[in-house]
């Protein structure tokens, strides 16, 4: 069995508005329902965890009912960092084979990329979704340039991140440590990374964008209408 923990906790507070970006809505429906949608039509995962704001956690699985989502088990409070969220959904796991991470305000992912993903990492251990990068990325430190990484090895990490549901378990027995470090856990794959697991990388479309600014909305009812979705 495999579960999906969809992080969807945070304050968007890039974005502003009223509300948290996951609850605004693109073509009339809430961001978080439509990636939601695209778990509840992939073929490997069986279970959904949301993990929501705490004030947003009351109704919102009678909510999904009323969209269909007949994946979605449970709705948990996040935590203060992405991070803590995730750890959240983690713990409310009691089995799974496959844990597959993924960020609330994507909702653009494909139910094709979600089981490619899926697929590599029950093979290896672990899997992520990434894209390649357009422009050319500068080192830079006190408003100067350091040097130019070469981008052809360069890749964009998006989610889903998929893992071995004990080695994501293991992965994340370090993130007080880390935080406490000072280091901002930005995905799943970062602590996986730590443990030494090999990680393959699944070439992912650009469409997959993380809703984070206000013309990314913009970008995302274009991208809703475009006939390739
Ligand atoms: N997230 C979460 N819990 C947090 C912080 C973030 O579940 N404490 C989720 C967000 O809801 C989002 C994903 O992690 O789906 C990626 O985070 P990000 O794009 O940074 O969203 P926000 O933290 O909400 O936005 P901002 O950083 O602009 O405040
Ligand atoms: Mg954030």
Redesign the pocket.
Known sequence: MNVAI??????????GGNR???FLELDGIPV?FH?LRQFERCREIDEVVA???AEETAGFQSLAQQFGLRKLSRVIA?????????QRGLTSITEADIVAV?????PFVTPEEIDQVVAAARKSGGAILVARIAETIKEIKDGRVVRTLARAQLRRAL?PQCFRFDILKLAYDQLAEVEREGIEV?DDSLLVERLGVEIVAVEGSARNI????EEDLVLGEALLRSVVL
């Open positions: 969809v992080v969807a906790a945070g304050k968007g507070t890039r974005l948290p970006k996951q978080i990636t993990v929501l704001p996040g935590g203060d960092t992405r991070a803590q969220s995730v993924h960020d609330g305000v994507r989610t930005t993380k809703i984070t600014q």
